[in-house]
């Protein structure tokens, strides 16, 4: 690190917060060697000071950005400044790696500052010991609440719910509401509409804010709620709790327990979360990847990925059987050899297209019965058109090449039986995965991929075998 940084002034004649990202929307080099030189020097006054006009995925993105020993030593230098929320913001390995530095009691501190969601996001993944301790060292109130929380299903609705919400009588006039919001202390900070409540907690109604706000003082709630409302249960998976926001267009949406009691609220901050964390739990799993994160360790990243190679070595064997049951047939005609990976790989990537319009529209619940027929007969049809379309064309370079008519017409007919069998069973494999209730998104690539090779195989070098005499 150059003396200049190390001797660098106070932030207060340094680099001002539109300094902190480039032109390209990175954070500045610039701006993040003078932070690690004020962490090096310990000048924890400086780090403060710089750290403070940022939003906390800002903090997130710059903690990705250290090392290990840099974070904690942000985190320290920050103290009673640093905002737990931040680390929502960052990996979960980058997340963990912190808070195993930390001490429990500092931990404590952070978290009791938090949203009912946010603690329990950081919470659920610590070693039960240290959440224990963590969890006796609060308040009483929420202590009960984070414990509640947590004892729901990993990635339901109850995990993910804020447990502050306004719940009122349904007796009550807009002006008793209003004198209530602006006396009682103890509300969230943000909220988007009023429940409307029995005594034993069952959602009677719900009020939108503009609704309310519109209403005279003297009428009363039960008059102007709604009764047509959508309620979310506290152990529906989270994926199926995204659905709803997007199938009703909600902002925020009831999440009640097993008997129907109000326990908590989702908002649509915290779904636009779930559908980016979903999203990218698919595109790693049909990418073989498991959960791993760019911040992972070199270990963990290979510990991930040799599982999905394992049973891709298994696949590809299997699909160097069928070839050699034809070796015969390609040390007799050399020009099968060159052309046969032609016919696999059309048939990988198409089935690959069919694959994830499926898996798609699993995901969004969109394939019913009539639609889910439409659908398979839509594919065969354009397995059998694109076949057509390929074997024509491969089939005229095959025969100029070659000059030999009769391999072109080959290739043509193996070309069109793979297309019709990658459209077939990319449809087929991931609504059996999903019937059988396994993650189409996870094994459909594999299955799919081995097919259309042995089929494509076996097709091409079977039918030149007979065309030929060959066997």
Known sequence: MSDDFENAPGPETGIELDMFRDADGRISPLWLERLRAFLEGGRAEDVALVMEPLHNSDVGDVLEQLDAAERVALVRSLGDLFDFSALTEVDESIRLEIMQALPNAEIARGVAELDNDDAVYLLEDLEQEDRDEILSALPTFERLALKRSLDFPEDSAGRRMQTEFIAIPPFWTVGQVIDYLRTEKDLPDEFYQLYVVDAAYKVLGTLPLDKFLRSARAIKIDTIMNTNFVLIDAEQDQEEAARSFERYDLVEVGVVDESGRLVGVLTIDDIVDVIQEEAEEDIRFMAGVG????????????????????????????????????????????????????????????????????????????????????????????????????????????????????????????MVINMIVAGTFGILIPLTLDKLKADPAIASAVFVTTITDVVGFFAFLGIAGLWFGLF
């Open 291 to 414: 959960d791993e994160d760019v911040s992972d360790t070199t270990v963990d990243t290979v510990r991930s990925r040799v599982p999905w190679l394992v049973i891709n070595l298994f696949t590809a064997v299997a699909v160097s059987f069928v070839i050699g049951l034809f070796d015969a047939t390609i040390e007799q005609m050399v020009a099968l050899a060159v052309l046969m990976p032609i016919v696999a790989s059309m048939g990988g990537n198409a089935g690959a297209q069919t694959m994830t319009v499926t898996v798609r529209a699993l995901a969004m619940r969109e394939l019913d019965g009539g639609r889910l027929r439409r659908l398979i007969r839509r594919e065969m049809v354009v397995g059998l058109a694109n076949g057509v379309i390929f074997a024509i064309l491969i089939g005229i370079v095959t025969g100029l090449r070659y000059g030999d008519v009769q391999l072109g017409i080959v290739i043509g007919l193996a």
